[in-house]
């Protein structure tokens, strides 16, 4: 029996339940061990992080928690949860149950990739979603956006600051008659003949092959993938949803509370913004919540 079960053991979960731990809270991490990040190699714009690969930081995360006496770890899958009268039991993939007082949900998204051959297995390498945390490391090359919805004329108006910009609309995603004022203004060139392979030695990428067999050179491809929930545990607890612009995120207060009184939830999947900072803010903020709701 625990005061709190945090399930996700990505930046969120981890300062989650430090906060918790510091509070002298009996706390279990659930940790199924794959979070979004793990396809990249090194994590950037997290102070003192800056460069550290995101395993190597989630290790050293779980180091420091293991020097807490009143924090236990459970590695493996949370397949199940359900409300009980004074708290919460989780069952686990393999059948063993824990219960706790409250929960704390991290279990993060997972990224729907674009149908573009060639594209899987250079995510987080050479296709990236994010400027802030990847473009510096491909500055100045030629760079590439590969629209997948309405929000991606906003991704290609940011990408020329790092580097000459070309906007692949697949035919699917023309930009607005303002959008393609702005990207005009910013440089970028439109290319509406759909991206049906990448080419290179991955996860390196030397260029984008179009269905005409024509070839444009890109060091890096820029995408906005659709998102779905990493873990159907939120659901199991009849969490209520908010549809995003690129999937569905977990409504939460601004002290992390969920729909369900008891359940708090941080990170990826609670905020239509995704950052390792972000989460791990989000992180602490829902675990100083759960502590102060025991208290309560």
Same mark, same amino acid.
């Given at each position: 029996m625990f005061d709190a079960i945090v399930i996700g053991g990505g930046f969120a979960g981890l300062s989650a339940t430090i906060y918790l731990a510091r509070a002298r809270r009996r706390v279990l991490l659930v940790d199924a061990g794959s979070p979004r990040n793990r396809f990249a190699d090194a994590?950037?714009?997290?102070?003192? #992080?800056?460069?550290k690969s995101p395993m190597a930081i989630r290790s050293a995360g779980r180091a420091e928690l293991a020097a807490y006496d009143n924090v236990s770890f459970l590695d493996g899958e949370a397949a199940d949860a359900r409300e009980e009268e004074d708290g919460f039991t989780i069952t686990m993939s393999d059948g063993r149950t824990e219960w706790a007082r409250r929960l704390v949900l991290a279990t993060g998204v997972a990224d729907i990739l674009p149908a573009v051959d060639g594209l899987a297995e250079r995510w987080g390498k050479s296709v990236l979603h994010c400027p802030f945390c990847h473009g510096y490391e491909f500055r100045d090359r030629p760079l590439g956006v590969l629209a997948t919805g309405p929000a991606s004329a906003h991704q290609g108006d940011l990408i020329p600051d790092w580097g000459p910009t070309t906007y692949f609309t697949q035919r699917d995603f023309e930009p607005s008659g303002e959008e393609l004022q702005r990207l005009a203004a910013r440089g970028v060139a439109i290319e509406r003949t759909p991206v049906i392979d990448l080419v290179g030695d991955a996860p390196h990428l030397e260029a984008a092959r179009l269905a005409d067999g024509r070839t444009i050179p890109l060091a890096a491809l820029f995408t906005a993938p659709k998102l779905k929930m990493a873990s159907p545990i939120a659901e199991r607890l009849d969490c209520e949803f908010v549809e995003g612009v690129l999937g569905p995120h977990l409504l939460v207060?601004? #002290?992390?509370?969920?729909s369900v009184t008891g359940v708090f939830a941080a990170g990826d999947m609670a905020m239509p913004m995704h950052s390792a900072l972000l989460a791990s803010s989000a992180g602490m903020m829902a675990g100083v919540a759960a502590y102060r709701s025991l208290i309560a």
């Open positions: 994590s950037h714009g997290f102070l003192g #992080m800056d460069g207060d601004a #002290m992390k509370q969920t």
